[in-house]
Structure formats: structure tokens, C-alpha cells
């Protein structure tokens, strides 16, 4: 069973907190109607080849392999899809040819690590 865990944007502070438990919630009145200053995003329960938590809004790097493999790392962004009730990734395949696509996490890679994520930027 994976952990389920959280993380929050504050929108108007522009930083991230970790959230440790369900009364982080109610304290900091936290509603998902969207009418609050935090934006929660939840862990996917992977993590990266650091041992890096990877969380929905990640922006990754990856080495994808079988039929879209690619010598470069391609770049891309954790989402919760709603479709399919799972987390997936969109990538923007660096085979030459600008495409995007949404794969599942069972896609094979050799290799992933976070870069940053849609708040706060990329550092690399």
C-alpha cells in the first residue's frame, strides 16, 4: 500500500509546505473548492533515482525507453488524470519531432529525477 502524503502551495506567499497531518487541513482552512491561498498537491508514492518523493505538479527529466526511446532526457510534467484515476506524466518527446504525450507510470525508463515543479520552477 503506498503512503499518502501531501504537499501545499501558498499562492500568495509563493512558497511550498510539507503537510504532516489531516489537521493541517481545517487549520489552515483548506477546502477543495478553490476559493483558498493553497493549491495541495498529492505524493505519488515513486520516487526519483535520488530517492526523491515525486509529487503531482513535478516538472521531471527522463530517459524513456522501448518504442519512444531516446538518447536525451525529455522533460516533463506529473498531473493527475483524471480520465484514467491515475497519476501520469506529460512529455514532450525529444526524438526530433515536437510531440507531446501522456504516458502512464507503466512506461519504461532507465532512468527520472525531479527538477523542480510548476510553482517554483526548474533548477538544473
Known amino acids: 500500500m503506498r ?3 501531501f504537499r501545499a502551495w ?3 506567499r509563493k512558497e511550498m ?3 504532516d497531518d489531516l489537521y493541517w487541513f481545517e487549520e489552515n482552512q483548506c477546502h477543495h473548492n478553490g476559493d483558498n491561498d493553497y493549491v495541495i498537491q498529492q ?3 515513486l520516487k526519483d533515482s535520488n530517492g526523491v518523493e515525486i509529487y503531482e505538479g513535478d516538472i521531471v527529466e527522463i530517459y524513456l525507453t ?3 526511446e531516446t538518447s536525451r532526457p525529455n522533460i ?3 498531473f493527475w488524470n483524471e ?3 491515475c497519476f501520469s506524466l506529460e512529455v514532450e518527446i525529444s526524438t526530433g519531432i515536437k510531440k507531446k504525450e501522456v504516458v502512464e507510470w507503466g512506461f519504461d525508463y532507465t532512468e527520472l529525477k525531479v527538477l523542480g515543479n510548476i510553482f517554483e ?3 538544473k
Do not use: F
Open 3 to 5: 503512503e499518502i502524503k
Open 10 to 12: 501558498h499562492t500568495r
Open 83 to 85: 480520465e484514467d484515476l
Open 17 to 19: 509546505e510539507m503537510i
Open 66 to 68: 522501448g518504442p519512444v
Open 76 to 78: 516533463g510534467k506529473v
Open 43 to 45: 505524493y505519488t508514492g
Open 121 to 123: 520552477g526548474v533548477d
